[in-house]
């Protein structure tokens, strides 16, 4: 953390330090990690606030009383319960509630979505057909809209379009890292 600080403290688009990613946070040890992770950090940069990206189960995430925002990861109808896009608006909504009552801090979902398979159609939507991704984040944006306005501050989908890029050899400046036309 402190050699990240240092490097990055001056970039603008760095809103928090987060010093984990999906941890095994439910393990009786990760209190005192995250306790003197998280204060040894707010040392080195008061300004910013301190999170990790939790996948855990609110009730046993033993990190997150130390961090100012709750990031957390779920897949609902992808990993969780496969295929059943209307437990989304149960299953996310709980979630949300659980994580605000239980720590009253703002909170990120910080990854969701689905695959799918560029040019997979099908009605009604199945699993990684273009519809079925089309309708998962229907879903998810539905909670989203009623919970902004509540404790919900951001959102981050993964895995969208992100790997719909032309293959090919990368090449900059006659470097072989460079992407060339």
Known sequence: MEELIRRDKNRPSVVMWSVANEPAAELPPAAYYFKTLIAHTKALDPSRPVTFVTDTNYAVDHGAPYVDVICVNSYFSWYHDPGHLEVIPLQLTAQFENWYKTYQK??????????????????????????????????YHSVFDKKRKEYV?????????????NQGKLVLNNSPFSLQA
Do not use: C, R
């Not at 909170?107 to 273009?130: C, K, N, T, W």
């Not at 501050?153 to 890029?165: C, R, Y």
């Open 106 to 139: 703002p909170i990120i979902q910080s990854e969701y979505g689905a695959d799918s398979v560029p040019g997979l159609h099908s009605d009604p939507p199945v699993m990684f057909s273009e519809e079925y991704q089309k309708a998962m984040l229907k879903e």
């Open 153 to 165: 501050i951001g959102e981050l989908i993964w895995n969208f379009a992100d790997f719909m890029t």
